[in-house]
């Protein structure tokens, strides 16, 4: 019998927009380098997890729904080694992703942080915005309408009334960056790092890349990048991440999104063993954390 037990947890679909396929193939992939590696791996639904059918007391897990995450903080309060956090993944909603970088001085698109029910016409002018982006601040993105690209303050107060008749009550205003869009993945703990053009490679979920257009190919400081993802990764307490930057035409870096356990889906095969062994340390660290809090 193997001596490590591990709970997976599938992503529940509601929040896999357009990407079921590839958050389910990513996990079971990193399940099975688990099982090569000696591990008995069980894989559980949101659901299940909500029903209380998980008793593993470690976790890897691709979890969002509100449910999910109280259990998971739950869970690791109560000594539970989860991976991701279920607070990192609480952190990667984007009005405190937004406060938390910006705070820990990542670069980041100048924003605004609103409620959905306030005039910010004004604002928007006085602050000289034109083109921005409008994101659901309370929660991860579920819909194509969650991520709103406008193009003057006029259409940006009109985009926050629908959010507001939607029930969306907090929204992140960021200002548009003219610039190469690059999607990043990324391990803590581990020499792995990928990074691609997605209009190039014609990955897109909701086809927004578009916005930015065809890169041109700016040159910029991938070291740097590396650097500001683990920076990014470390304060919002994720281990396994991906996101978006801009370079724009003077070459200076911008993360503009930050996710808890992405696809990888351009990667995943070179990724995956990657994610194991990083599982594994942190494993290997609990335990021994753990043994020396029993003595």
Wanted: aromatic fraction near 8%; glycine fraction near 6%; include cysteine.
């Amino acid at each position: 019998m193997a001596e490590i037990k591990i709970a997976a947890i599938k992503r529940s679909g509601a929040f896999s927009p357009n990407h079921i396929g590839n958050d389910t193939a990513i996990l079971n992939i990193v399940a099975e380098q688990l099982r090569k590696r000696g591990c008995e791996v069980n894989i559980y639904s949101e659901d299940e997890l909500i029903a209380g059918k998980v008793s593993e007391r470690i976790i890897v897990n691709m979890c969002r729904e509100h449910r999910s995450l109280e259990i998971l903080q739950r869970k690791e309060d109560d000594g539970c080694l989860v991976i991701n956090s279920g607070y990192g993944i609480e952190n990667c909603t984007r009005e405190r992703m937004t406060r938390i970088l910006v705070g820990s001085n990542i670069p980041y698109p100048e924003s605004l942080i609103v409620s959905t029910n306030e005039a910010v016409r004004d604002r928007l002018v006085s602050a000289g915005y034109t083109r921005c982006w409008i994101k659901r601040g309370d929660y991860h993105t579920m819909h194509r309408e969650d991520v709103s690209h406008v193009r003057h303050p006029e259409e940006a107060q009109e985009v926050l009334q629908e959010y507001f008749l939607r029930g969306i009550k907090r929204a992140v205003i960021n200002r548009h960056l003219e610039g190469d869009l690059i999607k990043f993945y990324g391990i803590a703990g581990s020499s792995f790092f990928y990074w691609f053009y997605p209009f190039m490679d014609h990955h897109s979920k909701y086809g927004m890349e578009a916005i930015n257009g065809k890169e041109q190919g700016t040159a910029f400081d991938t070291e740097r990048l590396k650097e500001m993802c683990r920076q990014a990764a470390d304060v919002l307490d994720v281990k396994i991440y991906g996101g978006d930057c801009i370079i724009p035409p003077e070459g200076e870096i911008r993360i503009i999104d930050f996710n808890d356990w992405p696809s990888f889906a351009p990667c995943r095969t070179q990724a995956a063993p990657h994610i194991a062994r990083a599982i594994l340390a942190q494993i290997k660290q609990y335990n021994e954390s753990s043994n020396t809090t029993s003595r």
